[in-house]
Each structure stands twice: as C-alpha cells, then as structure tokens.
C-alpha cells in the first residue's frame, strides 16, 4: 500500500521499484487512478514493468477512485441511454486533518491562492482523471472541455482547530471541470471544498433512460473512506490479471471483512 504523493512524476520511481521487487501496489497517488490520457508515457513505462514481473498496480482511493468516478459509473449500469451526466462533491474541510486544509488554501489571501495556481500546486488532484475515466468508459469525445479553479472566501471569521480565519482570507476551492459538445455540456464534475461548507453531499445526476438522481447526505467520510478502498481493492488486484489497471478494470468491489 503506497500512500506518499499526489503527483505521478514523483511516485514513478518509487512505484517502480515496488514493482521490481514483484510486490503489487495499491497507491493513493491521484494521477495514477486513470493515467492514460494525461500521462501516458508514464502509464505505458509501469504498466509493462507490472506485466515483466507479473505483478498489478493500482491507483485508487475515495476520489479519485471512487465517489466522481466508480460510483458514477456503477449507477449508468441502469440506463439504457445517457444524454447528460452531472456529479458533484461538497466537502465540509473544517473537520478534515491539517494536510487538507492546507492543501485547500486555507488562510492564504486571494492573490496567494490564484499565484499558486499558476504554479500548478493548488486544489485537488484527480478531478481530471475522474473525468476522463467517465468519458472514455461512456465513449464520450468532446469539442472541448473547461476547466476551472476558483477560491472561496470567508465572510466571517472561521476558526477550526489549526486555523484562525479572518473575513476576506481563503478558506477552500470550488473546481469544476465540463465536457461540451457542439455547445452542449454533456459532463460535469464539482468539487468543492472548503471550510465550514454548508449541506456537504456526495450526488449524481444523470439524464437518460431513465433518468436517476442520487445523493449521500453528509457526503462520504473521506479520510476513513480512503483506508477501506485501498484495503477492500487488496482481494480485487490479488486475483487480477498483471499490468497497470483502473477501477474500472477490476471486479466489483466491495469490502472485503475476512477475518484472520
């Protein structure tokens, strides 16, 4: 189980060396959960050390891994036909660990966020990569696709257990990503997260035959959620076939409570 990074250029190395030493790995590095499409090169180099040595690499956890992407999928499992999907999550960060909050901006100004932003090292990794799973799993190509990365802003002072916020400082993200064609918004994801957010869920809609709306109040606990995935995906990539693999390769997951 290999839990050190977000990013894949930093857990390569380390997931290779797993790899060599024919252990399989279950890692919570977000852009590993669906890396064809923006690293491929990347993806192709594990995947083939993963076949070389008989082994399976899998990235997974609560989202991505899960609540924007395998559960979304799980439920178009009922549709004849899909015009228009649209899921969403909505975090409330004030009761999440420091290593999140921060990560979320929390207690930096505007101008301190949007320059992180420009780095390349603000909001949340894997929005991209739920996104694309959905689409290639749906078949779905688009003319474009928007991105967006936006701050939210305290109104009021907001104090939680590691952070002191006055009005005007960032207190989380709201982050979107969208899939048009010919005009039309075929796919969306949300994400927003941030402190004291107000109504957190987890939700689906999908439009189609027939149509499903779905929501998790409260939203799915996301640091517990995250142990239990890497956990119960453990049988799942034990009994796979080797390589590289994505949650939408496996079998059906569910949690594995076998007593030892």
């Known amino acids: 189980l290999h839990t050190t990074s977000s990013w894949l250029d930093l857990v390569e190395p380390q997931i290779l060396e797993i790899v060599e030493s024919k252990l399989s790995v279950i890692s919570t590095c977000e852009e590993l959960a669906y890396p064809w499409r923006r690293n491929?090169?990347?993806?192709?180099?594990?995947?083939?050390?993963?076949?070389?040595?008989?082994?399976?690499?899998?990235?997974?956890?609560v989202n991505p891994g899960f609540v924007l992407d395998t559960m979304v999928l799980t439920l178009t499992s009922v549709c004849i036909s899909i015009d228009r999907v649209e899921a969403w999550r909505i975090v409330d960060a004030s009761k999440r660990r420091l290593p999140l909050q921060r990560k979320i901006g929390s207690g930096m100004s505007v101008e301190e966020f949007r320059s992180a932003v420009q780095k390349g090292r603000m909001g949340h990794v894997g929005l991209r990569?739920?996104?694309?799973?959905?689409?290639?799993?749906?078949?779905?190509?688009?003319n474009y696709v928007r991105e967006s990365l936006e701050p939210v802003v305290a109104s009021e002072t907001i104090e939680t257990e590691f952070f002191k916020i006055k009005p005007g400082q960032v207190i989380g993200?709201?982050?979107?990503?969208?899939?048009?064609?010919?005009?039309?918004?075929?796919?969306?994801?949300?994400?927003q997260m941030y402190l004291n957010a107000k109504n957190p869920r987890d939700a689906v809609k999908i439009e189609g035959v027939p149509s499903l709306e779905f929501e998790v109040k409260n939203g799915i606990p996301g640091d517990e959620a995250t142990v239990a995935i890497i956990v119960n995906m453990i049988p799942r990539v034990l009994s796979a076939e080797p390589g590289l693999k994505t949650m939408k390769d496996l079998k059906l997951p569910f949690a594995w409570l076998k007593e030892f």
């Open 40 to 61: 491929p090169e990347a993806a192709k180099r594990i995947d083939e050390a993963a076949r070389k040595n008989g082994v399976v690499v899998l990235g997974t956890g």
């Open 129 to 142: 990569e739920s996104f694309d799973m959905i689409a290639d799993c749906l078949g779905w190509s688009f």
């Open 173 to 191: 993200i709201s982050q979107s990503i969208g899939g048009f064609v010919d005009g039309f918004e075929k796919l969306k994801l949300n994400l």
